[in-house]
């Protein structure tokens, strides 16, 4: 079975200040790790994922995210942040032959102020 | 391309009632998936189909039933519905045969209360 953590609740940050999401997960079979987005009042879309390659990966709007297997970790980065980035982000993991279930961690709430 | 739609928004019930949920998606994806999300707990999977004519159950399936009668259409029923169904619906769809690595899109949710 594969679980996942995200490690903050909530993260209040500056704008144009640095931010860091914490994602750690945990399973037997190797799994791709995926970053969603929820802006307010709407659904879930995708920010970045992990397939194979560099374990580096970047969104379109200057997030990134490293895939750390020794430390079984995908944390998201973004060096400088806007307000138009509140929002709640997920961090998920699907296991291979699973049917491209996803596994959800619970959340963080990323709250950007001016 | 609306993409995946869900019908209704919002929607108000007493225990005990009953109501269908629908999901909607254009873009001829064979996986849709219905989620539901509470505060502090992510999104935990209720139910997915793999086609038309198929579903099985996900993490959390009890007090939930679900049907995909044509493949655009995912339907979620509450027979009897309780207060701990009170939650956001997400329904979302993926492109092909479920692999570990699509992206799954999702609709905006149904903001369902049970009193």
């Known amino acids: 079975a594969q679980s996942v953590t995200q490690l903050d609740s909530q993260v209040p940050v500056f704008e144009e200040a640095p931010v860091e999401l914490r994602c750690n997960y945990s399973?037997?079979?190797?799994?791709?790790l995926f970053w969603y987005v929820q802006y307010p009042n709407q659904g879930l879309q995708l920010l970045l994922k992990?397939?194979?390659?560099?374990?580096l990966v970047e969104s379109i709007n200057g997030f990134e995210a490293e895939f750390n297997k020794s430390q079984t970790s995908f944390h998201l980065r973004k060096p400088s942040v806007h307000i138009s980035d509140t929002a709640e982000y997920f961090c998920a993991v699907s296991a291979l032959n699973q049917g491209g279930k996803l596994i959800f961690g619970q959340g963080t709430e990323l709250s950007v102020k001016p | 391309n609306a993409g995946v739609t869900q019908t209704p928004k919002f929607r108000v019930l007493k225990t005990g009632q009953s109501m269908t949920l629908l999901c909607a998606q254009d873009m001829n994806h064979e996986y849709m998936y219905w989620y539901r999300q509470d505060p502090g707990m992510g999104l935990r999977l209720i139910h997915y189909s793999v086609g038309e004519g198929t579903t099985a159950k996900g993490e959390v399936p009890d007090g939930y039933n679900v049907s995909r009668l044509k493949k655009q259409n995912f339907l979620l029923g509450l027979e009897s519905a309780a207060p701990s169904q009170t939650s956001v619906y997400f329904c979302?769809?993926?492109?092909?045969?479920?692999?570990?690595?699509?992206?799954?899109?999702f609709g905006p949710g149904t903001r369902l209360t049970v009193l």
């Open positions: 979302a769809s993926s492109l092909t045969s479920g692999r570990a690595s699509d992206t799954q899109y």
């Open positions: 399973s037997s079979v190797s799994v791709y």
């Open positions: 992990y397939l194979s390659g560099s374990t």
